[in-house]
């Protein structure tokens, strides 16, 4: 059964520390997206990557690290550099070179106090 | 840059009848795709519809059509027999070149019993 998985669902932190949340797929996509959503402000574009050991900054990469170390998985870091690490993080998938759509993950929300 | 405008924060429409989601978008681009994403409560984006900009013809996905206006940069969403189901953000984006997907901020749609 293909697809895209983010885990966990809920995640608690103490403001300060570093966390990560996991994305995998196994539909073979070569490329892979973290967005940042928050109420009001539609998805906005963290980082993405489109080859293995390859990533680029998306329109808010400020205070968030990635790696792409293997095709199936995208972890994304949140540091204690983010400024309002609090939100709702999507994983996005989708076949390189040609038009198409993204297939999103379930999605992780993250509540750093 | 490329930019998606969604007019319409929020709606609501009585289950059965006809309701059109309105998106306005600006590139300079000749060739381009058009989605509408809904994300209902469960928070799991999911493809509604697509249509592809060099395509006159417009996209329909059972209940869900288009109006798309390439000259007008307009990409309308109707959906047809509306149901309890179809309660839930939708987002109107945009796939430039670089295989990046540019959201609209979303419109709230509420459809009641």
């Known amino acids: 059964d293909g697809g895209i998985t983010q885990s966990p669902k809920y995640l608690f932190r103490k403001e300060g520390q570093n966390v990560t949340l996991s994305c995998e797929q196994n539909l073979n996509h070569d490329a892979m997206y973290w967005y940042r959503q928050d109420p009001g402000q539609g998805l906005r574009l963290i980082y993405y990557s489109q080859i293995v050991n390859d990533f680029q900054k998306g329109d808010i990469a400020e205070g968030y690290s990635v790696s792409r170390e293997k095709k199936e998985s995208f972890p994304l870091t949140v540091t204690s550099a983010q400024k309002n690490p609090t939100a709702f993080y999507l994983c996005a998938s989708s076949p390189y070179r040609g038009f198409h759509e993204q297939y999103f993950g379930p999605g992780t929300r993250l509540t750093v106090t | ?113």
């Open chain 2, 1 to 113: 840059a490329q930019t998606v405008t969604q007019s319409q924060p929020e709606m609501s429409v009585q289950e059965a009848e006809t309701v059109t989601l309105s998106c306005t978008y600006d590139t300079s681009e000749s060739n381009y795709y058009l989605f509408w994403y809904k994300q209902p409560p469960s928070r799991q984006m999911i493809l509604v519809i697509r249509q592809e900009a060099y395509k006159q013809q417009n996209a329909t996905e059972n209940r869900f059509s288009v109006n798309f206006q390439k000259a007008a940069k307009s990409f309308s969403l109707k959906i047809s027999d509306s149901q309890l189901g179809d309660t839930a953000m939708y987002f109107c984006a945009f796939l430039d070149r670089d295989d990046k997907i540019i959201f609209g901020k979303g419109t709230r749609l509420h459809i009641l019993p």
